[in-house]
């Protein structure tokens, strides 16, 4: 059965209050870009409670999916603890991160990191940010964050720090506005995760479970690889090739970790 969100006042509004049509940058309340399949919600309610029950996001941090009626647009949750989000929660907003239809609702003050990071990478379809606990001492150490093993071979290509110094000063250290929302996605530029320095992470794929996936296997890789300098001695990391060959076979395999998160997830 199809699901029109504009149908459902409690998670978006109807396209006919809308004053801007989709990619419009003219003024006024962005247009929806209509119904979405009730499949991609679930998967967006399972990702949050998902991430958290794999300890990557708690009270904070959230998960967006872009709009599969239109590139301009994107879909994220309220202002809310992750793992208590609903369908019921999810608002749709557009790529300036403005709310289509906010109705007082509370917005998380970092929603502009997924609508830079969307308008930069076109075949992004969906973000996680997250302070995931093992990662953020890679962030403000000399110790890179480096693949060293196959499940977290997407790493290999490297994982870059953004300092929100370069680009604001003396912050808060959160992206609240469309600047820094741009020179996060620069840092990124095309790589599948970012560092916050002193805050956490950003992961990106270009679908919902890839991105889980990734945020997942971040967070355990930086576990493992604390463990691994604990041990002392050198350390033997995935090499590019390496990293892009089990990158491949593992891409293939994503649905089973998938499923098995989202029953897990959802049956809470």
């Known amino acids: 059965m199809t699901y029109f969100l504009h149908r459902t006042p409690s998670i978006l509004h109807n396209v006919a209050r809308a004053s801007v049509v989709p990619g419009s940058s003219g003024g006024g309340v962005p247009a929806s870009a209509g119904p979405v399949d009730p499949g991609l919600i679930e998967d967006l309610v399972a990702a949050n409670r998902i991430l958290a029950d794999q300890g ?12 599969p009626g239109s590139p301009e647009r994107y879909l994220l949750s309220r202002s809310l603890a992750p793992e208590l989000v ?16 906010q109705r007082g609702r509370s917005m ?21 940010h997250s302070h995931s606990p093992a990662v953020v001492p890679f962030g403000v150490s000399s110790v890179p964050l480096r693949a060293l093993y196959h499940m977290s071979a997407f790493l290999s290509v490297g994982v870059p720090l953004f300092e929100i110094r370069d680009a604001g ?13 741009r020179a996060l996605a620069k840092t990124l530029a095309d790589k599948p995760v970012a560092l916050m320095r002193g805050h956490g992470n950003v992961v990106v794929g270009s679908d919902i479970p890839l991105a889980v996936y990734r945020a997942v296997y971040t967070e355990v890789n930086a576990r493992l690889q ?11 990391y995935l090499e590019p090739e390496e990293g892009q060959l089990a990158a491949i ?3 293939g395999t994503i649905g089973r970790p998938w499923e098995l998160w989202k029953k897990k997830a959802l049956g809470k």
């Open 56 to 67: 990557v996001l708690d009270g904070y941090g959230h998960v967006s999916v872009r709009h």
């Open 249 to 251: 076979n593992v891409g």
């Open 108 to 128: 998380y003050l970092e929603r502009f990191i997924h609508g830079e990071i969307y308008k930069a990478r076109p075949e992004v379809n969906a973000v996680v």
């Open 169 to 181: 000063g003396m912050t808060d250290l959160l992206v609240r506005n469309p600047d820094l929302g």
């Open 86 to 101: 609903t369908t019921a929660d999810i608002m749709e907003y557009d790529l300036d991160s403005n709310p289509v239809d």
């Open 226 to 236: 604390v463990q691994a300098i604990m041990l002392g001695g050198s350390i033997t």
